[in-house]
């Protein structure tokens, strides 16, 4: 017996939605889960007419999709947002080089421009590089530190208002739970946050919040969108992956784990005598941070030293909040010396 589509009551059900169970035909999964997202950016009024809006686009499936669900929308309810994709290329040879041509063909198939901008240019090392130093149990650290820095700087050059990215409602369950692991207060209170960095130069925010992984997969299976699906060549972070994996069989127990962790993130009342980090500026390249030297400075510090792993391990006896040791700064400014980075960062802010 055919079975109709739970939602128009019309068209035969060709799916069963991850998130809510219910049946429903391709064409009103499309439309729900566009309705969803749409919803979410007005509620949060997370852009405003007339914005320049980077989308970090990694050629995955997530950034594929906000591409592609983002210019959608911007046409469909007129949000008037002057779009772009902006790529990092970490240099991993065999893995970002290919997603990277996946990002290039978005670039025509949606029509919206794209920039790339490459770690090899604003640090002076590819992630090839730093793993041959390091090798692969620490190198998510560096990879995950530099990206951060590298699409703000990327979004400041091509004078964007505002940064979306793909992070969708699994990844924001599995951060919760890490930092309610670590202890880390003071991210617990920020994780949840659908915009941040309003009070700086760049605000981001994350369209698909609520939006649940598996579904996002589906769309982009359905929509037959061309994306990139290999894993990272080097090792993943292996606490994230235990949260991860931990997520998933909630899940699938109860779908409804992954909203419920989110709002209780959200609801998530911080004692007014947790110690937290005060933000400032990082006193060599002027990024935000609670340290005197952000944690990419004090990084590429130790790789340019020699001593690559000055930046991941904890020094005894100095108190610390965002898990870098408060080196010496002098020694830090002199590592730096003659590899141009304080130059470079100068010139491109
Ligand atoms: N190299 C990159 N260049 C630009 N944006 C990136 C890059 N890597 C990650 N991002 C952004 O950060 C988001 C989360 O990245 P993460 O590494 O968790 O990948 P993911 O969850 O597999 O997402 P995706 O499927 O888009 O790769 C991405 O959706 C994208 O918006």
Known sequence: MVRQCEHCGERRQALRRPKTGHKVCRECFFQLLEDEVHETITQNQLFKKGERVAMAASGGKDSTVLAHILSELNTRHDYGLDLFLLSIDEGISGYRDDSLETVKRNEVQYGIPLKVLSYKELYGWTMDEIVKEIGRKNNCTFCGVFRRQALDRGAALMKA??????????????????NLLRG???????CTAIMTGEEGALPRCKPFKYTYEKEIVMYAYFKKLDYFSTECIYSPNAYRGYARDFIKDLEAIRPRAIVDIIKSGEDFRISSTARMPVQGVCSRCGYISSQKLCKACVLLDGL???????????????????????????SAVAGAVGNGFSKKLSLEF
């Open 184 to 190: 880390d207060i003071a991210r617990l209170s920020r």
């Open 161 to 178: 208002d505002k940064m979306a990215t793909g992070h969708n409602a699994d990844d924001m369950a599995e951060t919760i739970l890490l």
């Open 304 to 330: 340019n030293r020699g001593l690559p792993r000055l930046g991941i391990s904890r020094t005894r006896g100095i108190k610390s909040t965002n898990g870098v040791a408060d080196i010496d700064e002098k």
